[in-house]
């Protein structure tokens, strides 16, 4: 039974709930001691899932007896028609993605783009498979217990403190945007879940001798994505989806995918000159690769990362702990939160950034190089005195990381 109690200044009664990691007071809007404690017991069972459709009746007619007459007069309706949801409209988790689809709400940005979609699709399917090895069937019959336990699970997984935000705010919004077509009374994604707020530390650079231990460990595919991401510094979804017709012998031209997402109708290529030492190691991945090979450099890891976008930043991660290299801060604060990571793919775009400074590449080159191009900067430069430029400033970086 939960405890109901009053509190000075207010007629009413109250009871403690625990939100985003605190205690806080929720006013049952009543006088009447019982018919607190209905609404008491019933928010604490509702919270934990363990509330039918005969309960949440008796719920909602304390609620409503509880009420101010106008305010009452304005939510009969609202709670009929949660009712009449949990009784009369399922939805099997097996259709309910082809359904969102159909959604004209799913988005307050219009329709998604292919890559956020990708992205939306991989985080269903997650829970998705979650949800059958649980034999939970349909979206309503989903508690918020149940929220609570997957998004510990996926934050126990290892994920960064913005992935378990998107997952988050995703399946939130995915359950309200199909509430009344599921019968949805409570979204399991509501209730003591908090997106975390990100801290403002950016990606740290590896230092030298990181980078050297990072290349002397790299094996397989890791080998030659991580040559990738130091002489090129793109992006892991840019490095991941290259296609071997993107490489000639001399550059790699590609067109960012983050860029493409954001500028509407501006497909801005990027040509970065090949250095000699990545150069020798795309010719050793296409000797392993065999005659000729064709489609992506990496399709075993294109296919992890369009199935989860965490996945191949997580194994990366954790190669990074077995070379002896941190890639989160402390955790700090009463609360224990976990800070954004510090080191992962992303920092070898830093560290790619880094050694063009200290190799003397001046600054407009290197924002061209890393996809930063602005068009004041563009018209300073004939576009054959900018190549001349890139391929001097690539051949300025080290050539000993991989020795």
């Given at each position: ?238 490095a991941i989806h290259l296609r071997w017709k993107d490489i000639s012998a001399t550059k790699i031209t590609v067109i960012p995918a983050k860029v493409e997402r954001r500028k509407k109708g501006k497909r801005r290529v990027v040509e970065i000159p090949l250095h ?128």
């Amino acid at each position: 039974m939960t405890k109901v109690f009053k509190i000075a200044g207010s007629p009413f009664y109250y009871y403690r709930v625990h939100v985003g990691g605190k205690d806080k007071w929720k006013s049952t809007r009543t006088e009447n001691k019982k018919q607190a404690q209905k609404i008491a017991d019933g928010h604490r069972a509702a919270t934990v899932g363990t509330l039918n459709a005969d309960e949440l009746f008796h719920l909602l007619l304390a609620k409503l007896d509880g009420m101010p007459e106008d305010e009452r007069q304005s939510k009969r309706l609202d709670y009929g028609q949660r009712l009449i949801r949990l009784q009369s409209s399922t939805l099997p988790f097996g259709d309910a993605w082809s359904r969102w689809l159909t959604m004209p709400n799913k988005s307050r940005f219009g329709n998604p783009k292919p890559n956020t979609l990708a992205g939306y699709s991989a985080i269903w399917k997650r829970l998705e498979k979650w949800a059958a090895e649980k034999s939970i069937v349909n979206l309503h019959e989903m508690t918020q217990a149940q929220g609570e336990e997957y998004m510990g699970e996926l934050m126990a997984s290892g994920v960064t403190e913005r992935t378990y935000g998107a997952h988050l705010k995703f399946l939130r919004s995915f359950f309200r945007v199909l509430e009344k077509q599921a019968g949805i009374v409570s979204n399991p994604f509501t209730g003591n879940l908090t997106v975390p707020e990100l801290q403002t530390q950016s990606r740290e650079a590896f230092t030298p001798e990181e980078l050297k231990t990072i290349c002397a460990k790299a094996a397989g595919d890791w080998r030659y994505l991580v040559g990738i991401g130091i002489y090129t510094g793109l992006r892991l979804t840019d490095a991941i989806h290259l296609r071997w017709k993107d490489i000639s012998a001399t550059k790699i031209t590609v067109i960012p995918a983050k860029v493409e997402r954001r500028k509407k109708g501006k497909r801005r290529v990027v040509e970065i000159p090949l250095h000699a030492v990545l150069a020798a190691l795309l010719n050793e991945l296409r000797r392993a690769r065999g005659k000729n090979p064709s489609g992506f450099l990496f399709p075993n890891m294109v296919k992890a990362y369009d199935a989860d976008r965490s996945n191949v930043a997580v194994a990366f991660r954790q190669f990074l702990k077995t070379c002896g290299i941190e890639t989160t801060a402390e955790e700090t604060g009463e609360q224990r939160k976990r800070r954004a990571s510090l080191r992962g793919f992303h920092s070898l775009r830093h560290s790619f950034v880094s050694m063009c400074a200290v190799s003397g590449v001046p600054q407009a080159t290197t924002q061209r190089l890393v996809g930063h191009t602005s068009d004041e900067i563009t018209q300073l430069y004939s576009h054959a005195g900018k190549e001349r430029e890139e391929v001097a400033a690539i051949n300025l970086l080290p050539s000993d990381i991989f020795a």
